[in-house]
Protein backbone atom coordinates (compact mmCIF):
# COMPACT_ATOMS: atom_id res chain seq x y z
CA UNK A 1 0.00 0.00 0.00
CA UNK A 2 0.94 3.49 -1.14
CA UNK A 3 2.21 6.04 1.84
CA UNK A 4 -0.37 8.12 2.99
CA UNK A 5 -0.97 11.47 1.44
CA UNK A 6 -0.18 14.54 3.89
CA UNK A 7 -2.71 17.17 4.32
CA UNK A 8 -2.91 20.98 5.98
CA UNK A 9 -6.97 21.97 6.54
CA UNK A 10 -7.45 25.74 6.48
CA UNK A 11 -10.20 26.60 9.05
CA UNK A 12 -10.31 24.98 12.28
CA UNK A 13 -14.44 25.89 12.40
CA UNK A 14 -17.58 23.13 12.01
CA UNK A 15 -16.44 22.36 8.64
CA UNK A 16 -12.91 22.32 9.31
CA UNK A 17 -13.38 19.85 12.05
CA UNK A 18 -15.79 17.69 10.42
CA UNK A 19 -13.16 16.90 7.94
CA UNK A 20 -10.58 16.14 10.41
CA UNK A 21 -12.25 13.35 12.05
CA UNK A 22 -13.29 11.95 8.50
CA UNK A 23 -9.78 12.28 7.51
CA UNK A 24 -8.21 10.49 10.86
CA UNK A 25 -10.05 7.37 10.04
CA UNK A 26 -9.20 8.20 6.06
CA UNK A 27 -6.77 4.70 4.69
CA UNK A 28 -5.19 7.22 2.19
CA UNK A 29 -4.96 10.57 3.75
CA UNK A 30 -2.62 11.96 6.99
CA UNK A 31 -4.12 15.03 8.42
CA UNK A 32 -0.49 16.88 9.54
CA UNK A 33 -1.87 20.77 9.93
CA UNK A 34 -4.80 22.69 11.09
CA UNK A 35 -4.61 26.37 10.04
CA UNK A 36 -6.57 29.12 11.88
CA UNK A 37 -6.04 32.77 13.05
CA UNK A 38 -6.46 32.87 16.11
CA UNK A 39 -6.57 29.74 19.36
CA UNK A 40 -10.26 28.47 19.00
CA UNK A 41 -12.00 25.22 20.11
CA UNK A 42 -11.28 24.15 16.78
CA UNK A 43 -7.61 24.21 16.77
CA UNK A 44 -7.21 23.13 20.43
CA UNK A 45 -9.18 20.25 19.28
CA UNK A 46 -6.45 19.52 16.50
CA UNK A 47 -3.74 20.15 18.95
CA UNK A 48 -5.45 17.47 20.98
CA UNK A 49 -5.28 14.99 18.20
CA UNK A 50 -1.87 15.75 17.74
CA UNK A 51 -2.15 17.95 14.59
CA UNK A 52 0.64 20.79 13.66
CA UNK A 53 -1.54 24.07 14.18
CA UNK A 54 -0.97 27.25 13.14
CA UNK A 55 -2.84 30.44 14.36
CA UNK A 56 -1.50 33.17 11.80
CA UNK A 57 -3.08 32.25 8.71
CA UNK A 58 -1.41 29.63 5.91
CA UNK A 59 1.94 31.84 6.64
CA UNK A 60 3.38 30.50 9.77
CA UNK A 61 2.76 26.68 8.00
CA UNK A 62 4.27 27.48 4.24
CA UNK A 63 7.72 27.01 5.43
CA UNK A 64 6.95 23.48 6.86
CA UNK A 65 5.46 22.29 3.47
CA UNK A 66 8.60 20.27 2.58
CA UNK A 67 9.78 19.37 5.65
CA UNK A 68 6.32 17.95 6.43
CA UNK A 69 5.98 16.63 2.92
CA UNK A 70 2.44 18.18 2.63
CA UNK A 71 0.61 17.79 -0.56
CA UNK A 72 -3.04 18.56 -0.31
CA UNK A 73 -4.66 21.00 1.47
CA UNK A 74 -8.53 21.60 2.05
CA UNK A 75 -9.65 25.29 2.45
CA UNK A 76 -12.92 25.55 4.81
CA UNK A 77 -12.95 29.39 5.37
CA UNK A 78 -14.33 31.80 3.00
CA UNK A 79 -14.55 32.78 -0.67
CA UNK A 80 -12.43 36.33 0.57
CA UNK A 81 -9.60 34.44 1.73
CA UNK A 82 -9.57 31.33 -0.46
CA UNK A 83 -7.63 32.48 -3.49
CA UNK A 84 -5.04 33.97 -1.33
CA UNK A 85 -4.15 30.34 0.20
CA UNK A 86 -4.57 29.15 -3.16
CA UNK A 87 -1.84 30.60 -4.55
CA UNK A 88 0.27 30.49 -1.72
CA UNK A 89 -0.19 26.65 -1.15
CA UNK A 90 -0.66 25.66 -5.29
CA UNK A 91 2.33 27.53 -6.04
CA UNK A 92 4.59 25.39 -3.70
CA UNK A 93 2.61 22.22 -5.45
CA UNK A 94 0.53 21.59 -3.28
CA UNK A 95 -3.37 20.43 -4.38
CA UNK A 96 -6.15 22.52 -3.39
CA UNK A 97 -9.46 21.60 -2.44
CA UNK A 98 -11.84 23.90 -1.93
CA UNK A 99 -14.61 23.78 -0.20
CA UNK A 100 -15.25 27.69 -0.11
CA UNK A 101 -17.48 28.88 -2.76
CA UNK A 102 -14.67 30.51 -4.20
CA UNK A 103 -14.68 28.14 -7.74
CA UNK A 104 -11.21 29.06 -9.07
CA UNK A 105 -10.94 25.74 -9.90
CA UNK A 106 -12.98 23.81 -11.45
CA UNK A 107 -15.98 22.26 -10.04
CA UNK A 108 -15.80 18.70 -8.49
CA UNK A 109 -18.22 16.15 -7.84
CA UNK A 110 -16.40 12.75 -7.42
CA UNK A 111 -18.55 10.16 -8.75
CA UNK A 112 -19.30 12.60 -11.93
CA UNK A 113 -16.47 13.96 -13.12
CA UNK A 114 -13.18 13.09 -10.58
CA UNK A 115 -11.94 10.57 -13.16
CA UNK A 116 -12.30 12.67 -15.66
CA UNK A 117 -10.45 16.01 -14.06
CA UNK A 118 -7.45 13.69 -12.95
CA UNK A 119 -7.25 12.28 -16.87
CA UNK A 120 -6.65 16.02 -17.21
CA UNK A 121 -4.21 16.41 -15.04
CA UNK A 122 -5.68 18.44 -12.69
CA UNK A 123 -3.78 19.01 -9.82
CA UNK A 124 -3.82 23.14 -8.54
CA UNK A 125 -7.21 23.04 -7.21
CA UNK A 126 -10.47 21.84 -7.35
CA UNK A 127 -13.86 23.31 -5.98
CA UNK A 128 -16.50 21.14 -4.47
CA UNK A 129 -19.21 23.40 -5.83
CA UNK A 130 -22.13 23.64 -2.71
CA UNK A 131 -23.68 21.41 -0.22
CA UNK A 132 -26.74 21.09 -2.51
CA UNK A 133 -24.39 20.43 -5.98
CA UNK A 134 -23.02 17.65 -3.74
CA UNK A 135 -26.11 16.02 -3.40
CA UNK A 136 -28.13 16.52 -6.60
CA UNK A 137 -25.56 16.70 -9.25
CA UNK A 138 -24.46 13.15 -9.33
CA UNK A 139 -28.33 12.61 -9.91
CA UNK A 140 -28.80 15.19 -12.59
CA UNK A 141 -25.90 13.05 -13.95
CA UNK A 142 -27.61 9.46 -13.62
CA UNK A 143 -30.04 10.93 -16.34
CA UNK A 144 -27.84 12.92 -18.90
CA UNK A 145 -25.35 9.91 -18.97
CA UNK A 146 -28.65 8.03 -20.29
CA UNK A 147 -30.23 10.44 -22.69
CA UNK A 148 -29.86 13.97 -23.29
CA UNK A 149 -31.66 16.26 -20.31
CA UNK A 150 -32.51 20.15 -21.94
CA UNK A 151 -33.16 21.12 -18.13
CA UNK A 152 -32.31 20.30 -14.94
CA UNK A 153 -33.69 21.79 -11.15
CA UNK A 154 -32.85 21.04 -7.30
CA UNK A 155 -34.39 22.00 -4.92
CA UNK A 156 -32.51 21.17 -1.79
CA UNK A 157 -34.53 21.59 1.75
CA UNK A 158 -32.12 21.72 4.85
CA UNK A 159 -32.54 22.39 8.43
CA UNK A 160 -32.16 25.88 9.81
CA UNK A 161 -29.56 24.99 12.01
CA UNK A 162 -27.08 23.29 9.42
CA UNK A 163 -26.74 27.10 7.36
CA UNK A 164 -23.83 29.17 8.35
CA UNK A 165 -23.94 33.22 8.09
CA UNK A 166 -21.81 32.20 5.00
CA UNK A 167 -24.08 31.15 2.87
CA UNK A 168 -27.03 32.99 4.66
CA UNK A 169 -24.99 36.34 3.65
CA UNK A 170 -24.50 35.22 0.47
CA UNK A 171 -27.42 32.75 -0.42
CA UNK A 172 -27.10 33.88 -4.41
CA UNK A 173 -24.05 32.41 -4.59
CA UNK A 174 -25.60 29.03 -3.73
CA UNK A 175 -28.50 29.40 -6.13
CA UNK A 176 -25.77 30.51 -8.88
CA UNK A 177 -22.81 28.47 -8.95
CA UNK A 178 -25.50 25.32 -7.96
CA UNK A 179 -26.73 26.08 -11.27
CA UNK A 180 -23.98 26.68 -13.16
CA UNK A 181 -22.60 23.21 -11.88
CA UNK A 182 -25.59 20.90 -12.94
CA UNK A 183 -24.71 22.44 -16.39
CA UNK A 184 -21.16 22.30 -16.52
CA UNK A 185 -20.54 19.04 -14.58
CA UNK A 186 -24.30 17.69 -14.30
CA UNK A 187 -24.76 17.98 -18.26
CA UNK A 188 -28.14 19.52 -18.69
CA UNK A 189 -28.69 22.20 -20.99
CA UNK A 190 -30.42 24.50 -18.44
CA UNK A 191 -29.90 24.73 -14.78
CA UNK A 192 -31.68 26.07 -11.84
CA UNK A 193 -31.44 25.43 -8.19
CA UNK A 194 -33.46 25.96 -5.04
CA UNK A 195 -32.60 26.57 -1.30
CA UNK A 196 -35.60 25.75 1.16
CA UNK A 197 -34.30 26.66 4.83
CA UNK A 198 -36.57 24.73 7.46
CA UNK A 199 -36.15 26.18 11.40
CA UNK A 200 -38.27 23.07 12.72
CA UNK A 201 -37.08 20.93 15.61
CA UNK A 202 -35.87 18.40 15.82
CA UNK A 203 -33.83 19.54 13.02
CA UNK A 204 -35.16 18.01 9.59
CA UNK A 205 -32.44 15.87 7.49
CA UNK A 206 -31.64 17.12 4.68
CA UNK A 207 -33.44 16.36 1.60
CA UNK A 208 -33.06 17.22 -2.15
CA UNK A 209 -35.43 16.89 -5.28
CA UNK A 210 -34.18 16.78 -8.45
CA UNK A 211 -36.37 17.15 -11.73
CA UNK A 212 -35.27 16.54 -15.32
CA UNK A 213 -36.53 17.81 -18.55
CA UNK A 214 -35.72 14.93 -20.96
CA UNK A 215 -34.87 15.47 -25.12
CA UNK A 216 -37.19 12.23 -26.03
CA UNK A 217 -39.39 10.24 -24.19
CA UNK A 218 -37.17 8.93 -20.77
CA UNK A 219 -36.01 5.46 -20.82
CA UNK A 220 -37.59 4.63 -17.38
CA UNK A 221 -35.36 1.34 -16.68
CA UNK A 222 -32.38 2.80 -17.89
CA UNK A 223 -32.79 5.82 -16.23
CA UNK A 224 -33.96 4.05 -12.89
CA UNK A 225 -31.03 1.67 -13.33
CA UNK A 226 -28.84 4.37 -13.71
CA UNK A 227 -30.34 6.35 -10.27
CA UNK A 228 -29.35 3.08 -8.66
CA UNK A 229 -25.72 2.96 -9.34
CA UNK A 230 -25.18 6.51 -8.86
CA UNK A 231 -26.56 6.48 -5.39
CA UNK A 232 -24.62 3.34 -4.67
CA UNK A 233 -21.28 5.20 -5.77
CA UNK A 234 -22.32 7.96 -3.43
CA UNK A 235 -22.76 5.84 -0.80
CA UNK A 236 -19.45 5.25 -0.65
CA UNK A 237 -18.51 8.15 1.05
CA UNK A 238 -21.53 9.31 2.44
CA UNK A 239 -23.54 6.15 3.39
CA UNK A 240 -27.00 8.24 4.67
CA UNK A 241 -27.69 8.94 0.92
CA UNK A 242 -30.98 7.70 0.08
CA UNK A 243 -33.40 7.40 -1.99
CA UNK A 244 -37.10 8.58 -0.96
CA UNK A 245 -39.84 6.50 -2.74
CA UNK A 246 -39.44 5.53 -6.44
CA UNK A 247 -38.34 7.96 -9.35
CA UNK A 248 -41.47 9.50 -10.32
CA UNK A 249 -41.79 10.04 -14.45
CA UNK A 250 -44.66 12.04 -15.61
CA UNK A 251 -44.37 12.61 -19.82
CA UNK A 252 -40.51 13.59 -20.18
CA UNK A 253 -40.09 15.27 -16.29
CA UNK A 254 -38.11 12.46 -14.25
CA UNK A 255 -37.99 13.55 -10.75
CA UNK A 256 -36.45 11.46 -7.49
CA UNK A 257 -35.32 12.48 -4.21
CA UNK A 258 -32.94 11.38 -1.51
CA UNK A 259 -32.29 12.10 1.94
CA UNK A 260 -28.89 13.12 3.31
CA UNK A 261 -28.23 11.88 6.57
CA UNK A 262 -24.43 12.25 7.61
CA UNK A 263 -22.12 10.28 9.77
CA UNK A 264 -22.43 12.86 12.74
CA UNK A 265 -19.27 13.36 13.16
CA UNK A 266 -18.29 16.12 14.37
CA UNK A 267 -21.72 17.53 13.14
CA UNK A 268 -25.07 16.67 13.64
CA UNK A 269 -26.58 13.83 11.70
CA UNK A 270 -29.01 15.62 10.28
CA UNK A 271 -26.98 18.43 8.56
CA UNK A 272 -26.23 15.64 5.78
CA UNK A 273 -25.27 19.27 4.08
CA UNK A 274 -22.38 19.88 5.57
CA UNK A 275 -21.53 16.03 5.77
CA UNK A 276 -21.68 15.36 2.27
CA UNK A 277 -18.92 18.66 1.29
CA UNK A 278 -16.34 17.12 4.03
CA UNK A 279 -17.47 13.79 2.36
CA UNK A 280 -16.84 14.90 -0.92
CA UNK A 281 -13.87 16.62 -0.18
CA UNK A 282 -12.04 13.73 1.58
CA UNK A 283 -13.12 11.46 -1.55
CA UNK A 284 -11.69 13.82 -3.92
CA UNK A 285 -8.08 13.50 -2.21
CA UNK A 286 -8.45 9.57 -1.95
CA UNK A 287 -8.56 9.30 -4.90
CA UNK A 288 -5.47 11.40 -5.83
CA UNK A 289 -3.79 9.94 -3.48
CA UNK A 290 -4.60 6.20 -5.07
CA UNK A 291 -3.25 7.90 -8.64
CA UNK A 292 -0.35 6.12 -9.72
CA UNK A 293 2.94 8.28 -9.63
CA UNK B 1 -62.77 50.42 16.67
CA UNK B 2 -61.81 54.00 15.85
CA UNK B 3 -60.31 54.17 11.95
CA UNK B 4 -61.54 57.52 11.43
CA UNK B 5 -59.51 59.47 8.88
CA UNK B 6 -56.74 56.44 9.48
CA UNK B 7 -54.60 56.65 6.10
CA UNK B 8 -54.55 52.92 4.55
CA UNK B 9 -52.60 51.91 1.91
CA UNK B 10 -54.23 48.52 0.14
CA UNK B 11 -52.11 46.35 -1.62
CA UNK B 12 -53.26 44.27 -4.37
CA UNK B 13 -52.38 40.59 -4.88
CA UNK B 14 -54.53 38.92 -7.44
CA UNK B 15 -51.60 39.49 -10.17
CA UNK B 16 -49.15 37.75 -7.84
CA UNK B 17 -50.82 35.12 -5.21
CA UNK B 18 -53.82 35.29 -7.52
CA UNK B 19 -50.80 33.32 -9.96
CA UNK B 20 -51.58 29.97 -7.63
CA UNK B 21 -55.00 29.41 -8.38
CA UNK B 22 -54.40 30.42 -11.82
CA UNK B 23 -51.51 27.60 -11.83
CA UNK B 24 -49.38 30.85 -13.17
CA UNK B 25 -51.22 31.08 -16.23
CA UNK B 26 -52.68 34.12 -16.21
CA UNK B 27 -52.28 36.26 -20.43
CA UNK B 28 -50.71 39.13 -20.91
CA UNK B 29 -54.21 40.65 -21.81
CA UNK B 30 -55.44 39.51 -18.66
CA UNK B 31 -53.18 40.95 -16.61
CA UNK B 32 -53.44 44.51 -18.64
CA UNK B 33 -56.70 44.10 -18.40
CA UNK B 34 -56.84 43.80 -14.22
CA UNK B 35 -54.27 46.27 -13.65
CA UNK B 36 -55.90 48.94 -15.41
CA UNK B 37 -59.24 48.34 -13.88
CA UNK B 38 -57.58 48.72 -10.68
CA UNK B 39 -55.32 51.45 -11.43
CA UNK B 40 -58.41 53.36 -12.61
CA UNK B 41 -60.41 52.34 -9.50
CA UNK B 42 -57.59 54.05 -7.35
CA UNK B 43 -55.78 50.98 -6.12
CA UNK B 44 -52.27 52.61 -5.45
CA UNK B 45 -50.04 49.58 -5.35
CA UNK B 46 -50.48 46.04 -7.45
CA UNK B 47 -48.25 43.14 -7.23
CA UNK B 48 -46.92 41.35 -10.28
CA UNK B 49 -45.15 38.30 -10.51
CA UNK B 50 -44.63 34.41 -10.17
CA UNK B 51 -47.10 33.34 -7.51
CA UNK B 52 -43.63 32.25 -5.92
CA UNK B 53 -41.65 35.48 -6.67
CA UNK B 54 -39.05 36.54 -9.22
CA UNK B 55 -37.43 33.64 -10.68
CA UNK B 56 -40.36 31.31 -9.38
CA UNK B 57 -40.54 29.81 -12.95
CA UNK B 58 -40.14 26.26 -12.88
CA UNK B 59 -40.85 22.38 -12.51
CA UNK B 60 -40.90 22.38 -8.92
CA UNK B 61 -44.06 25.45 -8.23
CA UNK B 62 -45.07 25.73 -12.09
CA UNK B 63 -43.75 27.52 -15.27
CA UNK B 64 -45.54 30.73 -15.99
CA UNK B 65 -47.43 31.31 -19.25
CA UNK B 66 -44.95 34.14 -19.75
CA UNK B 67 -41.81 35.43 -18.17
CA UNK B 68 -41.58 37.96 -15.23
CA UNK B 69 -40.73 40.43 -17.31
CA UNK B 70 -43.19 40.59 -19.50
CA UNK B 71 -45.65 40.61 -17.24
CA UNK B 72 -44.01 43.57 -15.42
CA UNK B 73 -43.10 45.28 -18.64
CA UNK B 74 -47.09 45.15 -19.57
CA UNK B 75 -48.05 46.21 -16.40
CA UNK B 76 -46.02 49.44 -15.94
CA UNK B 77 -47.24 50.51 -19.62
CA UNK B 78 -50.50 49.74 -18.64
CA UNK B 79 -51.14 51.99 -15.31
CA UNK B 80 -51.27 55.41 -14.85
CA UNK B 81 -51.10 56.32 -11.00
CA UNK B 82 -50.52 52.93 -9.79
CA UNK B 83 -46.65 51.45 -8.20
CA UNK B 84 -46.11 48.21 -9.24
CA UNK B 85 -44.39 45.83 -6.99
CA UNK B 86 -42.75 42.46 -6.95
CA UNK B 87 -41.73 39.71 -4.59
CA UNK B 88 -38.87 38.31 -4.10
CA UNK B 89 -37.89 34.73 -1.94
CA UNK B 90 -34.00 34.51 -1.54
CA UNK B 91 -33.10 30.85 -2.44
CA UNK B 92 -35.73 30.92 -5.44
CA UNK B 93 -34.68 34.18 -6.63
CA UNK B 94 -31.32 36.41 -6.89
CA UNK B 95 -30.42 39.93 -6.54
CA UNK B 96 -30.16 40.01 -10.94
CA UNK B 97 -33.69 39.36 -10.72
CA UNK B 98 -34.46 42.33 -8.76
CA UNK B 99 -32.15 44.27 -10.60
CA UNK B 100 -34.48 43.25 -13.87
CA UNK B 101 -37.49 44.20 -11.96
CA UNK B 102 -36.23 47.37 -11.32
CA UNK B 103 -35.24 48.17 -15.07
CA UNK B 104 -38.68 46.89 -15.91
CA UNK B 105 -40.22 50.17 -13.53
CA UNK B 106 -40.93 48.15 -10.16
CA UNK B 107 -40.59 50.07 -7.38
CA UNK B 108 -41.26 48.25 -4.69
CA UNK B 109 -39.30 45.14 -4.00
CA UNK B 110 -40.97 43.08 -1.05
CA UNK B 111 -37.95 40.42 0.09
CA UNK B 112 -39.82 37.27 1.66
CA UNK B 113 -38.20 34.93 4.12
CA UNK B 114 -39.50 32.44 6.68
CA UNK B 115 -40.42 34.19 9.49
CA UNK B 116 -37.22 32.41 11.32
CA UNK B 117 -34.66 32.71 8.75
CA UNK B 118 -35.02 36.92 7.53
CA UNK B 119 -30.79 36.93 7.68
CA UNK B 120 -31.07 35.44 3.77
CA UNK B 121 -32.56 38.33 2.63
CA UNK B 122 -29.71 40.89 3.87
CA UNK B 123 -28.40 41.26 0.17
CA UNK B 124 -31.51 41.96 -1.39
CA UNK B 125 -32.72 44.21 0.96
CA UNK B 126 -29.54 45.67 0.78
CA UNK B 127 -29.59 46.26 -2.72
CA UNK B 128 -33.42 47.46 -3.06
CA UNK B 129 -32.78 49.58 -0.51
CA UNK B 130 -29.36 50.99 -1.89
CA UNK B 131 -31.80 51.72 -5.34
CA UNK B 132 -33.74 53.92 -3.84
CA UNK B 133 -36.63 51.72 -3.86
CA UNK B 134 -39.40 51.07 -1.73
CA UNK B 135 -37.69 48.24 0.15
CA UNK B 136 -40.26 45.99 2.31
CA UNK B 137 -39.16 42.49 4.64
CA UNK B 138 -41.98 40.00 4.45
CA UNK B 139 -41.88 37.94 7.03
CA UNK B 140 -43.80 34.10 5.90
CA UNK B 141 -45.64 32.52 8.16
CA UNK B 142 -45.60 34.35 10.87
CA UNK B 143 -47.77 32.23 13.16
CA UNK B 144 -45.08 30.14 13.64
CA UNK B 145 -43.26 32.50 15.68
CA UNK B 146 -44.23 34.89 18.69
CA UNK B 147 -44.69 38.19 18.61
CA UNK B 148 -41.31 38.70 20.20
CA UNK B 149 -39.56 36.43 17.92
CA UNK B 150 -41.40 37.95 14.75
CA UNK B 151 -39.71 41.56 16.30
CA UNK B 152 -36.10 40.33 16.35
CA UNK B 153 -36.60 38.89 12.98
CA UNK B 154 -38.26 42.42 11.86
CA UNK B 155 -35.47 44.08 13.33
CA UNK B 156 -32.72 42.49 10.99
CA UNK B 157 -35.15 43.49 8.24
CA UNK B 158 -34.75 46.62 9.63
CA UNK B 159 -31.48 47.05 9.64
CA UNK B 160 -30.71 45.89 6.30
CA UNK B 161 -32.56 48.74 4.60
CA UNK B 162 -36.50 48.04 4.58
CA UNK B 163 -38.65 50.77 5.34
CA UNK B 164 -41.55 48.59 5.97
CA UNK B 165 -41.95 45.41 7.84
CA UNK B 166 -45.16 42.68 7.33
CA UNK B 167 -46.16 40.16 9.06
CA UNK B 168 -47.59 37.51 6.46
CA UNK B 169 -50.22 35.32 7.00
CA UNK B 170 -49.82 32.70 5.09
CA UNK B 171 -51.24 29.80 6.37
CA UNK B 172 -54.35 31.89 7.16
CA UNK B 173 -54.13 30.91 10.55
CA UNK B 174 -54.17 33.73 12.46
CA UNK B 175 -56.98 34.94 14.73
CA UNK B 176 -57.69 38.83 15.21
CA UNK B 177 -55.84 38.49 18.77
CA UNK B 178 -52.87 36.87 17.27
CA UNK B 179 -52.22 39.97 14.48
CA UNK B 180 -53.08 42.55 17.29
CA UNK B 181 -50.31 41.12 19.39
CA UNK B 182 -47.59 40.61 16.76
CA UNK B 183 -48.67 44.18 14.96
CA UNK B 184 -48.90 45.89 18.25
CA UNK B 185 -45.09 44.76 19.18
CA UNK B 186 -43.60 45.72 15.80
CA UNK B 187 -45.55 48.96 15.83
CA UNK B 188 -44.16 50.15 19.37
CA UNK B 189 -40.71 48.43 18.69
CA UNK B 190 -39.55 49.09 15.14
CA UNK B 191 -38.55 52.88 14.22
CA UNK B 192 -41.51 55.27 14.27
CA UNK B 193 -40.68 55.64 10.44
CA UNK B 194 -40.32 52.15 9.55
CA UNK B 195 -44.01 51.32 8.25
CA UNK B 196 -45.90 47.80 8.85
CA UNK B 197 -48.01 45.81 6.80
CA UNK B 198 -50.45 42.99 7.12
CA UNK B 199 -50.93 40.37 4.44
CA UNK B 200 -54.02 37.51 4.89
CA UNK B 201 -55.10 34.76 3.89
CA UNK B 202 -59.06 34.02 4.17
CA UNK B 203 -58.84 30.02 4.98
CA UNK B 204 -60.85 31.27 8.42
CA UNK B 205 -62.84 33.67 6.84
CA UNK B 206 -60.69 36.42 9.05
CA UNK B 207 -59.26 37.94 6.14
CA UNK B 208 -61.18 41.43 6.69
CA UNK B 209 -61.21 40.97 10.68
CA UNK B 210 -57.77 40.36 10.71
CA UNK B 211 -57.07 43.46 8.47
CA UNK B 212 -58.51 45.48 10.69
CA UNK B 213 -57.32 44.07 13.97
CA UNK B 214 -53.96 45.18 12.24
CA UNK B 215 -54.77 48.36 11.71
CA UNK B 216 -56.45 48.69 14.83
CA UNK B 217 -52.86 48.06 16.46
CA UNK B 218 -50.88 50.75 14.14
CA UNK B 219 -50.50 48.88 10.47
CA UNK B 220 -50.01 51.29 7.78
CA UNK B 221 -50.40 48.72 4.55
CA UNK B 222 -52.86 46.00 4.23
CA UNK B 223 -52.18 43.51 1.12
CA UNK B 224 -55.87 41.84 -0.85
CA UNK B 225 -56.83 40.77 -3.40
CA UNK B 226 -59.75 42.05 -6.02
CA UNK B 227 -62.12 39.35 -6.13
CA UNK B 228 -60.01 37.45 -3.05
CA UNK B 229 -57.88 35.62 -6.08
CA UNK B 230 -54.76 34.38 -4.05
CA UNK B 231 -53.63 31.00 -2.85
CA UNK B 232 -55.49 28.84 -0.56
CA UNK B 233 -59.23 30.42 0.34
CA UNK B 234 -57.59 33.40 -1.22
CA UNK B 235 -56.14 36.58 -0.08
CA UNK B 236 -58.37 39.01 1.72
CA UNK B 237 -60.93 40.36 -0.36
CA UNK B 238 -59.77 44.03 -1.69
CA UNK B 239 -62.97 45.36 -2.65
CA UNK B 240 -64.64 44.09 0.21
CA UNK B 241 -61.81 45.73 2.97
CA UNK B 242 -62.43 49.06 0.92
CA UNK B 243 -66.26 49.42 1.55
CA UNK B 244 -65.66 48.24 5.26
CA UNK B 245 -63.16 50.84 5.45
CA UNK B 246 -65.06 53.52 3.28
CA UNK B 247 -68.00 52.84 6.07
CA UNK B 248 -65.59 53.13 8.75
CA UNK B 249 -64.28 56.26 7.66
CA UNK B 250 -60.53 55.38 6.70
CA UNK B 251 -59.60 57.05 3.73
CA UNK B 252 -57.83 54.54 0.84
CA UNK B 253 -58.02 57.04 -2.00
CA UNK B 254 -59.65 54.13 -3.60
CA UNK B 255 -63.53 54.44 -5.56
CA UNK B 256 -64.75 51.29 -4.26
CA UNK B 257 -67.86 50.78 -6.93
CA UNK B 258 -64.82 51.14 -9.52
CA UNK B 259 -63.39 48.30 -7.17
CA UNK B 260 -65.88 46.17 -7.48
CA UNK B 261 -67.01 46.11 -11.04
CA UNK B 262 -62.98 45.58 -11.54
CA UNK B 263 -63.32 42.52 -9.27
CA UNK B 264 -66.71 41.21 -10.62
CA UNK B 265 -66.08 41.91 -14.02
CA UNK B 266 -62.07 41.77 -14.60
CA UNK B 267 -61.21 39.06 -11.99
CA UNK B 268 -64.41 36.70 -11.46
CA UNK B 269 -65.01 35.67 -15.06
CA UNK B 270 -60.55 34.53 -15.23
CA UNK B 271 -60.87 32.52 -12.28
CA UNK B 272 -60.99 28.34 -13.23
CA UNK B 273 -62.98 27.51 -10.45
CA UNK B 274 -64.17 29.43 -7.81
CA UNK B 275 -61.97 31.05 -5.01
CA UNK B 276 -63.69 29.78 -1.94
CA UNK B 277 -63.46 28.51 1.03
CA UNK B 278 -63.18 24.62 0.93
CA UNK B 279 -62.39 21.81 3.02
CA UNK B 280 -58.63 21.90 1.76
CA UNK B 281 -58.29 25.95 2.55
CA UNK B 282 -60.16 24.81 5.83
CA UNK B 283 -57.63 22.76 6.74
CA UNK B 284 -54.50 25.07 5.71
CA UNK B 285 -55.91 28.09 8.03
CA UNK B 286 -57.24 25.27 11.03
CA UNK B 287 -53.61 22.81 10.69
CA UNK B 288 -51.68 26.39 9.81
CA UNK B 289 -50.01 24.66 6.45
CA UNK B 290 -48.83 27.10 3.62
CA UNK B 291 -51.75 28.06 1.55
CA UNK B 292 -50.24 27.81 -2.45
CA UNK B 293 -49.68 23.72 -1.51
CA UNK B 294 -53.30 23.22 -1.95
CA UNK B 295 -53.46 22.80 -5.76
CA UNK B 296 -50.60 20.48 -5.19
CA UNK B 297 -52.19 18.30 -2.77
CA UNK B 298 -55.50 18.14 -5.18
CA UNK B 299 -53.20 16.84 -7.88
CA UNK B 300 -51.45 14.09 -5.74
CA UNK B 301 -54.88 13.28 -4.32
CA UNK B 302 -55.73 12.22 -8.50
CA UNK B 303 -53.02 10.78 -8.68
CA UNK B 304 -52.22 8.90 -5.34
CA UNK B 305 -55.95 8.76 -4.18
CA UNK B 306 -54.91 9.86 -0.74
CA UNK B 307 -57.31 12.66 0.28
CA UNK B 308 -55.48 16.10 -0.11
CA UNK B 309 -56.88 17.18 2.96
CA UNK B 310 -55.28 14.57 5.01
CA UNK B 311 -52.03 15.49 2.51
CA UNK B 312 -52.35 18.85 3.81
CA UNK B 313 -52.95 18.25 7.67
CA UNK B 314 -50.06 16.15 7.08
CA UNK B 315 -47.84 18.99 5.44
CA UNK B 316 -48.99 21.04 8.61
CA UNK B 317 -47.74 18.61 11.34
CA UNK B 318 -44.08 18.33 9.71
CA UNK B 319 -44.08 22.00 10.16
CA UNK B 320 -43.41 22.42 6.72
CA UNK B 321 -42.45 26.14 5.28
CA UNK B 322 -43.33 28.02 2.00
CA UNK B 323 -41.49 26.11 -1.11
CA UNK B 324 -41.77 22.93 0.26
CA UNK B 325 -44.25 21.80 -2.44
CA UNK B 326 -42.18 18.91 -3.44
CA UNK B 327 -42.24 16.84 -0.56
CA UNK B 328 -46.39 16.97 -0.89
CA UNK B 329 -46.15 13.88 -3.70
CA UNK B 330 -43.36 12.25 -1.83
CA UNK B 331 -46.37 12.15 1.35
CA UNK B 332 -48.84 10.83 -0.87
CA UNK B 333 -46.73 7.84 -2.18
CA UNK B 334 -45.76 7.31 1.43
CA UNK B 335 -49.56 7.33 2.92
CA UNK B 336 -51.13 5.46 -0.14
CA UNK B 337 -48.37 3.34 0.58
CA UNK B 338 -49.53 2.53 4.37
CA UNK B 339 -52.92 2.94 3.26
CA UNK B 340 -53.45 5.34 6.34
CA UNK B 341 -55.91 8.12 5.45
Redesign the interface.
Known amino acids: MKKKLRAVIIGPGNIGTDLLMKALRSDWIEPVWMVGIDESPGIQRARDYGLKVSTNGVDDMLNFIEEDKIKIAFDATSAYVHAENSQKLTARGVTMIDLTPAAIGPYCVPPVNLDQLLKEGHQGNVNMVTCGGQATIPLVAAVSRVQAVSYAEIVATVASESVGMGTRDNIDEFTRTTSSAIESVGGAGKGKAIIIINPAEPPLVMRDTVHCLTVDTPDQPAITASFQKMITEVQRYVPGYVMLNTPIFNDNRVTISVQVEGLGDFLPKYSGNLDIMTAAGLRTAEMLAQQPT | MNLLGKHVILHDMCLRDGMHPKQHQISIEQMVNISGALDQAGVPLIEVTHGDGLGGA???YGFAAHTDEEYMTAVVNTVKRAKISALLL???G???HLRMAAECGVTTIRVAT?C??A??S??HINLSEQMGLDTVGFLMMAHMVTPEQLLEQGKLMESYGANCIYCTDSAGYMLPDDVTARIALLRSELHKDTQIGFHGHHNLAMGVANSLAALDAGADRIDGSAAGLGAGAGNTPLEVMAAVLDRMGATTGIDIFMLMDAAEEQVIPIMDEPVRLSRDALVLGYAGAYSSFLLFAKRAELKYGVPSHQILLEMAR???????E??I??IA??MAAAGKY
Open positions: SLNPGITVDHTENVRQRRTVGGQDLEDIE
